[in-house]
Every structure is written in structure tokens, then in C-alpha cells.
């Protein structure tokens, strides 16, 4: 038993406007996520240069021991 349907030259363009509808709203999510990526890309970089600094610092100022009377 074959299920097949056949569908309208109409009702082809409306299931491929939709279609395309999709496409282009997955192409605008995927534009934002490359943006929001490059975001977090350039917070870590920096993050990870701060954390570098903030460690050299410590590493040149170390704490002397405390002296008990």
C-alpha cells in the first residue's frame, strides 16, 4: 500500500518559503553564536592575561612570615 501525496505547485512554494523562513532564521542564530563565541573568546583571553599579572605580582611581592614575640 503506497502512501503517497501529491501536493499543489501552491502548496509546494508555501512548504519552500517556509523552508527558506527556517534556513534563514538557523543562519541568524549561527551568525549570534560566531558573535558570542568571539565574546568569550576575547573575555578568557583577557581573563587569562589578568590572572597571568595578578600571579607575577604575587610572585614578586611575596608575603614574609609573620614573627611571634
Known amino acids: 500500500m503506497s502512501l503517497q501525496r501529491t501536493y499543489t505547485k501552491s502548496q509546494l512554494e ?3 518559503h517556509s523552508q527558506l523562513e527556517n534556513l534563514n532564521a538557523m543562519n541568524d542564530l549561527i551568525n549570534i553564536l ?16 589578568e590572572i597571568t599579572d595578578f600571579k607575577e605580582r604575587q610572585m614578586k611581592y611575596p608575603m614574609g612570615r609573620k614573627r611571634t614575640s
Open 34 to 49: 560566531r558573535h558570542q563565541n568571539e565574546l568569550l573568546k576575547n573575555a578568557n583571553k583577557k581573563l587569562k592575561e
Open 14 to 16: 508555501e512548504l519552500i
